[in-house]
């Protein structure tokens, strides 16, 4: 959800805001609509809010929270997280829509969409490596099990023992409901895997397996491997993404309910 949020005007929480009656909000936006979890960041806010009123805005509690969910596995805090976020007071589905990258995005298009943001090529494969946790809707990905060229046939790119898997898991292309792990290894598990699978030409996204058809990319895959360096990375990238266009100052505001503007 922090990813969500950053790559739409910044980090500033617009995520997080209900449609009204004249907008339609991001979360309504089809990338967001598999988002979870909106309930426990309001929950977090409301406790918040008793102990320290208009002090911590809902962008640095999703921050905190992306942190926390991962350090959770290790017991311990796996980066600092710089606060002082100020929440936005906009929300536009057609904007989610234009800036959250697609899971059908080509290299060329996945590395524009983040030089957009200000990040490299190095932060694209690195927090692309967060898909070692969640999971992908069928209609995301089935297109490459049935329909890649047009043609009723199957990403060439894909493994074929994985891409039958799938195939029994996703019945067609128009398959909304069913859900498989994006890492088919340790999916509960914050680690290297998605590398190791998408090196194995098991990415489940058509994005995922672009990675591999760079070299630059393809090599920091490779690199991505060793765990020491994929943590040591991932804590450099997501510090740089969150502080994507951050309202600071009297910009924007504290709002005291994260689903909807003072």
Same mark, same amino acid.
């Given at each position: 959800m922090h990813f969500h949020d950053c790559f739409v005007r910044g980090c500033d929480g617009s995520v997080l805001l209900n449609s009204t009656k004249n907008n339609t909000a991001e979360k309504e936006a089809i990338p967001n609509l598999t988002l979870a979890g909106f309930d426990v960041i309001d929950d977090i806010k409301a406790e918040v809010e008793k102990k320290c009123p208009g002090v911590v805005s809902c962008a640095d509690i999703l921050a905190l929270a992306a942190r926390d969910s991962v350090s959770f596995q290790f017991k311990r805090s796996t980066w600092k997280v710089l606060t002082g976020r100020r929440d936005g007071t906009v929300s536009l589905a057609s904007e989610a829509l234009a800036n959250i990258p697609s899971p059908f995005l080509n290299f060329t298009a996945l590395q524009q969409n983040f030089a957009n943001k200000g990040l490299s090529v190095r932060d694209l494969v690195v927090l692309s490596g967060a898909h070692t946790i969640g999971v992908g809707h069928c209609n995301a990905f089935s297109v490459r099990l049935y329909n890649f060229s047009g043609k009723g046939d199957q990403d060439p790119s894909l493994n074929s023992t994985y891409a039958a898997s799938l195939k029994n898991?996703?019945?067609?292309?128009? /398959?909304? *409901?069913?859900?498989? =792990?994006? $890492? =088919?290894?340790? =999916? %509960?598990?914050? $680690?290297? #895997?998605?590398?190791?699978? %998408? #090196?194995? #030409? #098991?990415? %489940?996204?058509?994005? /995922?397996?672009? %990675?591999? *058809?760079?070299p630059n990319s393809a090599s920091i895959t490779r690199e991505m491997l060793n765990s020491r360096r994929f943590f040591k990375s991932f804590r450099t990238s997501i510090k740089r993404m969150g502080a994507i266009s951050v309202l600071t100052g009297k910009s924007g505001e504290i709002r005291k309910v994260c689903s909807k503007i003072n």
């Open positions: 898991q996703c019945k067609n292309l128009t /398959d909304n *409901t069913t859900f498989v =792990p994006m $890492d =088919p290894i340790t =999916p %509960l598990s914050f $680690d290297t #895997r998605y590398f190791t699978v %998408l #090196r194995q #030409r #098991r990415g %489940l996204f058509e994005s /995922d397996a672009a %990675l591999l *058809t760079n």
